[in-house]
């Protein structure tokens, strides 16, 4: 069992982090098909804050980053989409969120 009770499941080659998630997948993908989305990717990497080197530390500090569960494009107006398959907002996604929209100027969208 996973802290926030999502059970990891697989859809023949593809792994997902909950059903949640492999369901919206599986839409998306019909939507693809269908024309309404294009570019349709999973787990892309947003860097919010550049690694650091931290006064007294040994090592720097790994840059903060936010992987999105989907990203894809309208394919009727081009807007990118950023959405991630939320089942509960944790106090670091709320941050890396607005971190989002403040770094990037992206609306983080949950599915």
Known sequence: ?????NKPCSVGAEKYRSHRERDR???????QKAGRIA???REVPFV????????GE??????LRYVA???????????VVVEDAKGM??????????LMKTVHGI???EA
């Open 89 to 98: 907002q944790t106090p670091a996604y709320r941050i890396k969120k607005h």
């Open 1 to 5: 069992m996973t802290k926030y009770r």
């Open 39 to 41: 570019g349709l990717t």
């Open 58 to 63: 040994p090592r720097a500090r790994p840059a």
């Open 107 to 109: 609306d983080v969208v």
């Open 25 to 31: 997948h599986q839409t998306l993908l019909l939507m």
């Open 69 to 79: 569960d989907f990203c894809y494009s309208d394919a009727r107006s081009g807007i």
């Open 48 to 55: 919010l804050a550049p690694a650091v080197k931290i006064l």
